[in-house]
């Protein structure tokens, strides 16, 4: 388990540097345009920022990611949209949603880094960016306190395990929000980012105790 002030003064030793305040900047920036979108009122150009733009605030496309079969079919876009702004479900629930339907409609690959950027657009106080989707790894999740056994969310999205994957993502929200309790959701989304670096170094720290 992290000590909670440590975790703090790290964080915030971070989320204060230039670099970091632009990155908060953006990512507020973009949410806050689409916060009062619903999918039907979204333009051609919104739909490629959300889906295909490398770039766009909430998180970059990794390089291994492959463009969308459907990038250039508004209705699928569109219709992806309202899966991943439907805030009654689940952002796990969304993932899975998300690889149904688009495997449905001709995906050949799972593009989950597509996935888990359009729900945190929507949802940045309860869904992951890509680069906190990929930093919370199992073992990360255990130094951070996790009781359950955690596994790859990759895993969970790809078995459509609900009921495994969103409590998971729930404890990492909690634990950002109990570390950073005076932060709004874009710094603490942020922090989420960032928290799995402080996990490893804690865990090197440990691995390198006599």
Known sequence: MIDDRKA????????NQPGTMTR????EDICEEFAEK????LTESDLLRIWTEISNGVSDLPSTSNNLVN????????AASKIAQNN????????IKLTA???QNGERYNQLSHYVRAVALFDPGNAPTVTAYRGLAPKVLTELGYNAKPVLWESLIQNGDEAALNPAIRFSFETIRRILPGADIYA???????LPGYAKEVMSTH????
């Open 8 to 15: 703090r003064d790290w964080l915030l030793s971070r989320l």
């Open 88 to 95: 009654a479900d689940q952002p796990g629930t969304r993932w």
């Open 207 to 210: 691995s390198s105790s006599p």
């Open 188 to 194: 603490q989304a942020i922090g989420l980012e960032l």
């Open 38 to 41: 619903p999918a039907d009122k």
């Open 101 to 103: 339907f688009f495997r």
């Open 24 to 27: 908060l900047e953006r990512l």
């Open 71 to 78: 990038a250039a079919n508004p209705l699928i876009l569109r």
